[in-house]
């Protein structure tokens, strides 16, 4: 199966869409990191350079968006959503029609540490009246992810995995820009994952399967609104249910996933794989994943945690 990086097709997906919208670019000085630098080259009149001035990166894109553009600010999603809470938070409160994409999200960009990995931008950005999230897959959902956003009158956050990862048939399952069932055999358990943990949770999906279960595997590509009368009519109807997300579990898609079903007097049991309550360490990314609840290994043992509180 082809492998990519999801935050590879940026660049060429604002360069495209560049070309049927009136799109401009803001940039922390990470342009080639994010390959926003693609834009740039395209585009370089509607491209602004910030510096590593995040706050002001965010400010100066909510005032090209009270010009007529949609504007795209574009960085690391600890530096978008962390540093540059206050003015996100202020852009929705003015229902700014502005665009955020985060990369290097949650221990994607392992070597640098604590410092620079995102478990918290979920949990920061759902929080924030107006704001809308979402987490596409592969490469090959960014593109529409971008564009979903762009037709969202509005301010949206979208949180784009670095990691290389598989390229989903898509002739078997269309891209995926609300939830999507990703593999469905049955209804003893339901796995939900974000874009990011994709191939850990097909892993964890895979072993189930293996050992003779048979469940269904959901791709949650918009956490916030969440598409709650699907997540409740799946809570009905299976036994057990686990989610797994690059993101600590306090605040992310399993928590959003637990407010959804809470009110439901009869679900299946939720077990969340992610991050605990505790700052992650430099490493490889997908050591440093596994090292901290988020493998197929962990998704796995949490769907026999649930099915087990049924027995």
Same mark, same amino acid.
């Given at each position: ?254 928590? #959003?996933?637990?407010? #959804? ?51």
């Amino acid at each position: 199966m082809e492998r990519k990086a999801p935050r590879e097709m940026i660049g060429q997906a604002l360069v495209e869409l560049g070309a049927k919208y009136n799109l401009a670019v803001v940039d922390s000085d990470l342009a080639s990191s994010t390959t926003s630098i693609e834009f740039q080259k395209a585009y370089p009149e509607r491209f602004f350079e910030m510096g590593i001035s995040e706050c002001s990166g965010v400010s100066f894109t909510t005032g090209l968006a009270a010009e007529g553009f949609i504007p795209f600010y574009v960085n690391f999603a600890i530096l978008a959503t962390g540093i540059a809470w206050n003015p996100l938070r202020m852009a929705c409160y003015a229902k700014a029609n502005i665009k955020i994409i985060g990369t290097h999200i949650g221990m994607d960009d392992g070597p640098d540490g604590a410092s620079h990995h995102a478990n918290e931008d979920i949990a920061l950005t759902r929080v924030i009246p107006n704001l809308t999230v979402l987490t596409p897959g592969d490469a090959e959902e960014i593109k529409a992810a971008i564009e979903t956003a762009i037709k969202i009158d509005g301010p949206v956050y979208i949180r784009v995995g670095r990691e290389p990862a598989p390229i989903r048939d898509k002739s078997q399952v269309p891209i995926v820009t609300d939830i999507g069932i990703i593999e469905d055999s049955g209804e003893e358990f339901c796995i939900f994952h974000d874009g990011s943990t994709m191939e850990q949770a097909l892993q964890g999906y895979q072993k189930l399967v293996d050992e003779g279960y048979r469940g269904k595997l959901v791709h949650v590509a918009r956490v916030k609104p969440l598409n709650s009368e699907f997540v409740r009519s799946v809570a009905k109807s299976v036994y057990a249910m686990a989610s797994i997300e690059n993101h600590t579990v306090l605040g992310g898609l399993g928590g #959003c996933l637990a407010e #959804c079903i809470a009110s439901l007097p009869r679900h299946a049991p939720l077990i969340r794989a992610g991050v605990p309550d505790r700052f992650t360490e430099s490493g490889k990314s997908l050591e440093v994943k596994a090292n901290h609840g988020v493998s197929g290994e962990h998704v796995y043992q949490a769907v026999k945690e649930a099915m087990s509180l049924n027995e």
